[in-house]
């Protein structure tokens, strides 16, 4: 058994770090992230629950995610929320992609990134 607990992992649960997300459900928080981003960095993480991909992605993030970052985090399921989903790029003026991360500042996407390169944006740049 024990080898197959190296391979395949334990069912033990693991310290998960959690980040400080917070559900991005409605198209009207939209606004309010608009109006918070002139004297505060808001970042919305654009995730596919079904996409093998942005949960690798997701994870990524997540481990490299500095938790004392003065931004506010917004997750959003696109697959539950796509209204929300298609309103951001809309709103923000980016073309839809999964996953997909966004900054905003004053009102506008200073940077946007999907795939791979969502962990290669420096976030600290940005606060």
Not at 67 to 87: F, K, P, Q, T, W
Not at 96 to 116: E, F
């Amino acid at each position: 058994m024990g080898f197959l607990k190296n391979i395949f992992g334990s069912s033990e649960p693991k310290d998960e770090k959690l980040l400080p997300w917070q559900p991005l459900i409605d198209v009207s928080q939209l606004d309010d992230i608009e109006k918070r981003s002139t004297s505060k960095t808001q970042v919305v993480f654009k995730h596919s629950t079904r996409c093998g991909i942005s949960s690798m992605v997701m994870n990524q993030f997540v481990n490299m995610y500095d938790i004392d970052a003065n931004l506010d985090l917004y997750y959003l399921d696109l697959l539950s929320h796509r209204d929300v989903s298609n309103e951001v790029g809309y709103k923000f003026q980016v073309m839809h992609q999964s996953p997909q991360l966004l900054i905003i500042k004053n009102g506008t996407t200073v940077a946007h990134a999907s795939h791979g390169a969502i962990n290669e944006i420096e976030l600290e740049r940005f606060v």
